[in-house]
């Protein structure tokens, strides 16, 4: 149990467009779901907290306008990067938390998905 | 806020050797402390936590050992394995998660 999918698990866009990554808990409903970015050989830096049903809460210096987090379900979160651009190449990775009051399983815990790795040409 | 520090940022070990990882954390409400192991491309994946009412935690190789007063915690990880090369995280958390930099084990075969 608790698996999280991400996709697509690479992609390559143009400078100026628009990215959607989905983040889905397959097998448990996720009460809050987290989105990462990782640069290469550095560790995770939280962007943003989704919970569902409600706005996103972002990180500071993280714009909120050019990535538009929606978390429509217990099961599905997005991430979209708007008018990408080369600096916004990196690896995304989401993370989901169990619904609170799941029995016989950690609700500290936050199961990640594969990740998705951006690069804007 | 939280601040995590972890150490080594490398290490390399041969295979059957012992690795030990540690990490040092600044907030005294942090309560749940997760490691993750992360191979190249992938996403993390939990390899053992702990909570702050416990001081220690085994599961197989691996263990985890928490010092609430010093505010350490250290992964240890026994007759290590090429398998185990990865990048290893810790985490301290009360709500969201606090990383650590990060170590990158080498098993030596």
């Known amino acids: 149990g608790a698996v999280v999918s991400q996709h697509p698990s690479r992609v390559i866009c143009k400078s100026g467009t628009s990215v959607k990554i989905e983040c889905r808990s397959l097998d448990f409903q996720a009460t809050t779901m987290f989105w990462y970015r990782q640069f290469p050989k550095k560790s995770l830096m939280l962007m943003a907290t989704?919970?569902?049903?409600?706005?996103?809460?972002?990180e500071q210096g993280v714009e909120k306008d050019k990535f538009l987090i929606n978390h429509a379900s217990l099961t599905l979160s997005t991430l979209t990067v708007t008018s990408a651009h080369p600096e916004d190449s990196s690896f995304y990775i989401c993370?989901?938390?169990?619904?609170?009051?799941?029995?016989?399983?950690?609700?500290?815990?936050?199961?990640f998905g594969p990740g998705t790795r951006l690069t804007v040409l | 806020g939280e601040n995590v520090e972890q150490h080594p940022s490398t290490l390399s070990v041969q295979e059957g050797d012992s690795a030990v990882i540690k990490c040092t954390y600044s907030d005294s409400a942090s309560n749940y402390f997760p490691w993750y192991k992360q191979e190249l491309g992938k996403g993390p994946q939990l390899i053992i936590d702990i909570r702050s009412n416990v001081g220690e935690k085994k599961d197989q190789r691996i263990a985890v050992t928490l010092n609430k007063t010093a505010k350490h915690f250290s992964l240890h990880i026994t007759e290590t394995q090429p398998e185990d090369s990865a990048v290893y995280f810790c985490?301290?958390?009360?709500?969201?998660?606090?990383f650590g930099t990060g170590t990158s084990l080498t098993v030596i075969p």
């Open positions: 989704s919970n569902e049903g409600s706005k996103a809460t972002y």
């Open positions: 993370s989901a938390r169990r619904l609170a009051g799941a029995p016989a399983e950690s609700t500290d815990t936050q199961y």
């Open positions: 985490a301290a958390s009360v709500d969201q998660f606090y």
